[in-house]
């Protein structure tokens, strides 16, 4: 057998006393994608960022073609020729497409034209199609992921190391980005690809490393394999399909939630919500797709009473409360998991009580005379940890302690008690392992079955199309259309979702 392009022999990593990865040993070959999988915490990320010299291993060696290589930098890893694409792009919105692929590596005078030209030839082959002289804050995100990748094409990288490539992709653009994965092999190159869609897994990947507690639990063929197996290896157990129950009658269900012409707009910029309307019905998951950045944080923001919308009404239980405050709309039942449970969910350097008390500390039942009645705030929130099977000593266990699957329970434990007749989630299984996201998905069906109106913005499609009733599609702050679940295919949300809304435009 040929020599492999990367050995990672016996690596071990610790952070104080968490082992992050032990006795790791992964080899990648001339032309083949090796996927990385496993849950959150898992190692997948650290053992990467040892070959691409992020971390420093402890124990153990890397081998670059055979021969040992010592990699302290990225970049020493860009010498031996291995690149990273990370899934938050680290790109300058306000520099051009050919400046952000040159900078730091061209030296002296620099003729733009020619650089523009340059890179423009390199686009062009392997298939890209980028505006080179146009500003990277003013493209899309599926060519902003295009300009990454060439950042690494460029150097000449023959090792590239993809982490979660396709997360702000619609399906067409991730269907591009696999063919060029396959392109880029065929050349006899080699990927590493970290992803927890099995489906991508399935596609791309010739071998497949699962992980898990920092070890590597087994390694597998794609054609020896298929993703119930490759589910079962990742979280140790088998995981239950969740099941959708028969659409409603929405004449006959009383709306929870209703958008009436609401537009949000700041001076002298386009609307960053524009003349929406929608109703979300008790018993309803009104799912809204889309890529990040079209406006859905600002819709939740509006429901949650950060904004106020600059034209409309937002009706809830029949009353406008567009004017009203956060706290209100906390005491009249609305629960909001936000996108960043890092900032906006949890105060990190809190305890998991004070986390609890955080959005009803008005709430007189925590309270005797002016003193927190912390005996009753303890037991509530063990119930809490007991009931959503989270890994915590107890209360008193500091919020940034936890892993993040465990940190969005705590989070949804709370909304869940808030939100008594109207739940919004956004993106709550973002980043988070398959098991976590199978046991949030059960919690919000539950939360149906209850009876609650039910919110769910994502850009995972398949979290769309697999729990929720309805679909709304969001582009540039308008709804691009509001669908029954299965009245279109993925295909055709995925269009949706990049703006093209009819078959005209899909053959342009």
Not at 117 to 143: H, N, R, T, W
Request: glycine residues 8%; hydrophobic residues 40%; contains cysteine.
């Amino acid at each position: 057998m040929s020599t492999p392009v990367v050995e990672i022999q016996h690596v071990s990593k610790c952070f104080a006393k968490v082992v992050a990865n032990k006795d790791v040993s992964i080899s990648v070959n001339s032309g083949e994608v090796v996927a990385l999988l496993g849950e959150n915490g898992a190692g997948k990320s650290t053992i990467m960022k040892i070959l691409y010299g992020l971390y420093s291993m402890d124990e153990g060696r890397i081998l670059i073609r055979g021969k040992e290589a010592a990699i302290k930098s990225p970049a020493d890893a860009m010498k031996q020729g291995i690149a990273m694409i990370q899934q938050h792009f680290s790109l300058v919105p306000t520099h051009t497409a050919t400046e952000n692929i040159i900078l730091g590596n061209v030296h002296g005078h620099i003729t733009i034209n020619q650089c523009n030209e340059q890179i423009g030839k390199l686009a062009e082959s392997y298939g890209f199609d980028i505006p080179v002289d146009k500003k990277v804050g003013e493209l899309a995100v599926g060519v902003q992921q295009k300009v990454e990748i060439l950042k690494a094409l460029y150097i000449n990288a023959s090792i590239l190391i993809m982490d979660e490539p396709t997360a702000v992709l619609t399906p067409q653009e991730a269907e591009v980005l696999m063919q060029f994965v396959k392109d880029f092999t065929a050349k006899g190159n080699a990927v590493i690809f970290i992803t927890h869609k099995l489906k991508e897994v399935m596609e791309i990947a010739d071998r497949i490393v699962v992980m898990r507690n920092g070890v590597v639990v087994d390694t597998v063929r794609k054609e020896e394999t298929d993703e119930h197996a490759l589910a079962k290896m990742m979280i140790g157990q088998d995981i239950i399909p969740t099941e959708r129950k028969t659409a409603l009658d929405y004449t006959s269900v009383e709306k929870v939630l209703e958008f009436r012409q609401v537009s949000l707009s700041q001076k002298g910029a386009a609307p960053i919500i524009d003349d929406i309307s929608f109703a979300v019905h008790r018993g309803e998951i009104f799912g809204i797709a889309g890529v990040s950045g079209n406006g859905q944080d600002e819709l939740c923001d509006m429901i949650c009473g950060m904004r106020q919308p600059t034209s409309g009404e937002l009706i809830y239980c029949g009353s406008d409360i567009s004017g009203t405050t956060i706290r209100e709309r906390i005491e009249a039942g609305i629960g909001y998991v936000p996108v960043d449970r890092y900032s906006d969910g949890m105060v990190m350097d809190m305890t998991l009580a004070e986390n609890m008390l955080l959005k009803s500390s008005f709430d007189k039942k925590w309270f005797s005379h002016g003193i927190i009645r912390q005996k009753a705030l303890n037991a509530y929130t063990n119930e809490e940890i007991a009931r959503h099977y989270v890994k915590a000593t107890g209360p008193d266990d500091i919020a940034k302690s936890l892993s993040g699957g465990n940190q969005q329970k705590m989070v949804l434990a709370r909304e869940l008690d808030i939100g008594t007749n109207l739940l919004v989630f956004n993106q709550p299984t973002r980043g988070l392992d398959m098991g976590a996201v199978d046991r949030i998905h059960k919690i919000i069906l539950e939360e149906k079955d209850n009876k609650k109106a039910i919110l769910l913005v994502s850009t995972e499609l398949s979290e769309i199309f697999e729990i929720s009733d309805r679909i709304a599609v969001m582009y540039k702050g308008r709804f691009m259309g509001i669908y029954q679940n299965g009245e279109l295919t993925t295909a055709q949300i995925g269009l949706l979702m990049a703006g093209i809304s009819d078959q005209k435009e899909a053959a342009q």
